[in-house]
Nanobody, 124 residues
């Protein structure tokens, strides 16, 4: 049973930084694709960033490219999302997602496993 547990969300002022963590368990994730999505109130869940566990290739949405960095720690089975230069429009619940297909895709339907989410609020 795959389990994904997010942490690190909180309240931050515009221009500030946060680092989200996603602790993964229940499988060997070496062939998985991992991703972060976010969902703001009244909006669809949208792709933020993805990483291939094997090789560490990354892929970002245009809205966060240059500000956010996705990474993974093999020893800790943890994926991170470092978020810098935060904007009020980054306010959302952030979800970690995983799928055994390694090729990175930016679509919600392409991920079988999801965490419970962590709230990020950016004040202006």
């Amino acid at each position: 049973q795959v389990q994904l547990v997010e942490s690190g969300g909180g309240l931050v002022q515009a221009g500030g930084s946060l680092r989200l963590s996603c602790a993964a368990s229940g499988r060997t994730f070496s062939n998985y694709r991992m991703a972060w999505f976010r969902q703001a109130p009244g909006k669809e869940r949208e792709f933020v960033a993805a990483i291939r566990w094997s090789g560490g290739n990354t892929y970002y949405s245009d809205s966060v490219k240059g500000r956010f960095t996705i990474s993974r720690d093999n020893a800790k089975n943890t994926v991170y999302l470092q978020m810098n230069s935060l904007k009020p429009e980054d306010t959302a619940v952030y979800y970690c997602a995983a799928d055994p297909q390694g090729y990175m895709i930016p679509y919600r339907a392409g991920y079988d496993y999801w965490g419970q989410g962590t709230q990020v609020t950016v004040s202006s």
